[in-house]
């Protein structure tokens, strides 16, 4: 029971973090709404993001990584079939490292290409060298064909999966601030707002379903607490974005936590061995150190202007 608690909580803090961007856009456009749209969007919208995208994501992932299941098999293997159990559980490198070469992907991109709120001096060196993302990515995944390659040719088809699917989820992240204008602009319906906003929810929440197994393989544990994080996050668009945006430094906290995450999968895709409470400890302590770097910076703020 311990166990499940502990990786229920580092699910719902990785998914929290990792979806605060999401979160603000929500809430900028949700402001050019009428007061009946909005409650239309946080209503159906945390049906779709929780039960439809954040809910079946996990078992189209599994799917992927055992192609000869059938849809009633899959969700077989996530509630007690033995047989089906053991079959996911021989997958498991497939799933691992195509995850892990997408977030560390996500992580690099932001690392060297996104703006940001820089925490540490290196932060800005990097962002200064952006032209090496591309020099840098396209080393980093030919030694990971390489290693797979070395393993099993199956684990080089899963890291070229993780690759494409990266690049087709950063487009549409990469479209959404010129969107987030456009929607802020009034010149789009609010029908039309509400489905971009459910669109882009989609898009970013495969972040947080890939980097949860990460935690567990468990299907139940990433729906129950993906789930979770995902009403907090809904809970913040409504009542508390201002506060959060004020902590400058958590988006920093995630993409470190995203990319620690990628590693460990990665490691364990070719037959590294970490304990279970290893990947919420690395989410735990990463929230808390750039929270108190957030924290920090934002009292020596106050007193600046006192």
């Known amino acids: ?34 007061e009946r749209f909005r409650k239309i969007f946080l209503f159906w919208g945390l049906l779709f993001a929780v039960f439809l995208v954040r809910g079946l994501l996990p078992f189209l992932i599994v799917w992927i990584a055992n192609p000869g299941l059938g849809p009633l098999q899959v969700i077989g293997s996530a509630f007690g079939d033995a047989d089906l159990e ?29 703006e940001k709120k820089y925490a540490f001096l290196v932060e800005h060196f990097i962002h200064r ?57 009034g010149h789009m319906s609010s029908w039309s707002k509400i489905l971009y906003l ?33 009403f907090v996050v809904r809970e913040l668009t409504i009542r508390g974005i201002d506060v959060v945006q ?4 958590l988006k920093n906290g995630a993409m470190y936590s995203i990319g620690m995450l990628g590693s460990l ?15 919420p400890l690395n989410t735990f302590l990463l929230l808390t150190v750039f929270f108190y770097l957030s924290y920090r910076e934002l009292k020596a703020v106050e007193t600046h202007r006192v």
């Open 1 to 34: 029971m311990l166990h499940y608690v502990i990786v229920i909580i580092g699910l719902s803090l990785f998914e929290i973090i990792s979806s605060v961007d999401n979160a603000i856009i929500n809430a900028h456009v949700l402001r050019t709404l009428p």
């Open 86 to 114: 053991h079959a996911v559980e021989a997958s498991k490198a497939l799933l691992l490292l195509g995850g892990g070469v997408y977030l560390v992907f996500v992580f690099l991109s932001w690392l060297f290409l996104e």
């Open 129 to 185: 060298q952006s032209a090496w993302f591309y020099a840098f990515s396209s080393l980093f995944f030919t030694g990971i064909i390489y290693l797979a390659l070395q393993h099993n040719p199956l684990l080089a088809l899963s890291a070229s999966i993780g690759s494409t699917a990266f690049f087709i989820t950063d487009g549409f992240k990469k479209n959404a601030e010129t969107q987030e204008k456009r929607l802020l602009s």
């Open 198 to 230: 459910e669109v882009l929810d989609a898009s970013f929440s495969i972040d947080g379903v890939i980097g949860a197994f990460a935690f567990t393989i468990s299907v139940p544990l990433i729906i129950l607490g993906n789930g979770l994080g995902a």
């Open 246 to 249: 004020k902590f400058a430094y």
């Open 265 to 279: 999968m990665i490691w364990e895709s070719f037959g590294r061995e970490y304990p279970f409470w290893l990947a």
